[in-house]
């Protein structure tokens, strides 16, 4: 996959993983208003502006995985996510992972200082404590649960 697209009418999406893929920019997110979790990962990303169109209250999204990516400015990531009202998981490193970005001199406490909205930094909480971002298997549980029940009334 090279570009985001096709995704306006997945409304009630709350997970999309494109990780692995061939992204450049980030881009075709706007319809997903539903989505919580995104895992941009090994990609190639260096644009980070189709967030923006994911500003304000209006959108979950609170887990953001970008780590193995190509994102360089620190002044384009913040200006990027600064408006992601609900984000509270960003990783832009994992397992010595990165984006140039990560190198950048006072990056951690650039980003925790302009994103107060953030909890979880790199899988590092505010309190230096090592904290992976949460799995998302709550719909998935409750499926196992559902079908347990389905199976407990019998034929």
């Known amino acids: ?16 993983n494109l990780s692995c893929n061939l992204l450049t920019k ?7 208003v539903n989505l919580t979790k995104l895992n941009l990962s ?3 990303i260096n644009d980070l502006s ?15 995985d970008l780590h193995s990516n190509c ?3 620190l002044e384009h990531l913040l200006l990027c996510t600064v408006g992601l009202r609900n984000l509270a998981y960003l990783t832009l490193e994992k397992n010595r992972k990165n984006n140039p ?15 107060p909205q953030l909890m979880v930094l ?4 505010l309190l230096g404590q090592s904290e992976s971002m949460p799995e998302e298997n709550s719909d998935l549980s409750s499926l ?11 034929p």
Do not use: W
């Open 101 to 115: 970005v990560c190198e950048v001199p006072g990056y951690r406490e650039t980003v925790l200082q302009a994103l």
């Open 26 to 32: 980030v881009e075709g997110l706007q319809k997903l």
């Open 1 to 16: 996959v090279m570009c985001i697209e096709g995704l306006t009418t997945l409304t009630n999406l709350r997970t999309l």
């Open 50 to 64: 189709g967030f923006m169109q994911l500003h304000g209250t209006n959108n979950k999204i609170s887990n953001i």
């Open 42 to 44: 090994y990609n190639h």
């Open 144 to 154: 196992e649960n559902f079908l347990q029940h389905l199976e407990s009334l019998g």
């Open 71 to 73: 994102i360089s400015e």
């Open 122 to 125: 790199d899988e590092v909480n």
